[in-house]
């Protein structure tokens, strides 16, 4: 599986970005697919996951009720839709998928595919 995510930008406190993650290779059916983040100096860390059949989401708690993460799967696209942005979501965010819907879902370790990142910077 490959994946490409784009999205990614430079936007102020408060406000919106959308990123998208383009899968090929395989089409994705009893798959997981998350977004992760990286902040310079920081470890990666668990965003948001969608299980691709099933529908349903997980978020960490440092973003739920402004983030939403959302597939298309005729398309074989996902999408992070990032609201309220503030300062502390500046990072690389990635897109992953992992060959397994059973949790957890924010081990960053069990995720078989990644994307090459997309930089999200937010000002102040």
Same mark, same amino acid.
């Given at each position: 599986v490959q994946l490409q995510a784009s999205g990614g930008g430079l936007v102020q406190a408060g406000g919106s970005l959308r %990123? /998208?993650?383009?899968?090929? @290779?395989?089409? %994705? /059916?009893?798959?997981?697919? @998350?977004?992760?983040?990286q902040a310079p100096g920081k470890e990666r860390e668990f965003v948001a996951a969608i299980r691709w059949s099933a529908g349903s989401t997980y978020y960490a708690d440092s973003v739920k009720g402004r983030f939403t993460i959302s597939r298309e799967r005729a398309k074989n696209t996902a999408a992070l839709q990032m609201n309220s942005l503030k300062p502390e979501d500046t990072a690389v965010y990635?897109?992953?998928?992992?060959?397994?819907?059973a949790p957890p879902m924010g081990d960053p370790g069990r995720y078989n595919f990644w994307g090459q990142g997309t930089l999200v910077t937010v000002s102040s």
């Open positions: %990123l /998208s993650c383009a899968a090929s @290779g395989r089409t %994705l /059916s009893s798959y997981t697919l @998350g977004w992760f983040r990635y897109c992953a998928v992992r060959i397994s819907t």
